[in-house]
């Protein structure tokens, strides 16, 4: 599977921008999608992810309320909503696909339930957006 993310940009703090990723060479049916980002200088985090089925979804705290992960099975492609945008969510947003899951701690922002999240095997090349104050 090969997954192309689009639609990152410059936006104003307040602002909203929605990115989406978008899979080639097989069906995202079977696998849980994810969306990370990676600011300058630091490392990569979580920042979403959704089920196979979107019935469980799960969001980093700082994102929580103002993020919306989605996915369109038809379309093969998930997206993620971004509104109030700080210059704090200034980073590449990568996309992500996998079908298993491992260990995490418990009550982490990413466990989807038990304990566990979602492990990623495909990613994007990412998409780059800036949050201007």
């Known amino acids: 599977v090969q997954l192309q993310a689009s639609g990152g940009g410059l936006v104003q703090a307040g602002g909203s921008l929605s990115v989406s990723c978008a899979a080639s060479?097989?069906?995202?049916?079977?696998?849980?999608l994810g969306w990370f980002r990676q600011a300058p200088g630091k490392e990569r985090e979580f920042v979403a992810a959704?089920?196979?089925?979107?019935?469980?979804?799960r969001y980093a705290s700082s994102v929580k309320g103002r993020f919306t992960i989605s996915r369109d099975n038809a379309k093969n492609t998930v997206y993620l909503q971004m509104n109030s945008l700080k210059p704090e969510d200034t980073a590449v947003y990568y996309c992500?696909?996998?079908?298993?899951?491992?260990?995490?701690?418990?009550?982490?922002?990413?466990?989807?339930?038990?304990?566990?999240?979602?492990?990623?095997?495909?990613w994007g090349q990412g998409t780059l957006v800036t949050v201007s104050s």
């Open positions: 992500a696909a996998g079908d298993r899951v491992v260990q995490t701690s418990l009550g982490s922002d990413d466990d989807v339930g038990n304990g566990f999240k979602y492990e990623y095997d495909y």
């Open positions: 060479g097989g069906s995202l049916r079977r696998y849980a």
């Open positions: 959704i089920s196979w089925s979107g019935a469980i979804t």
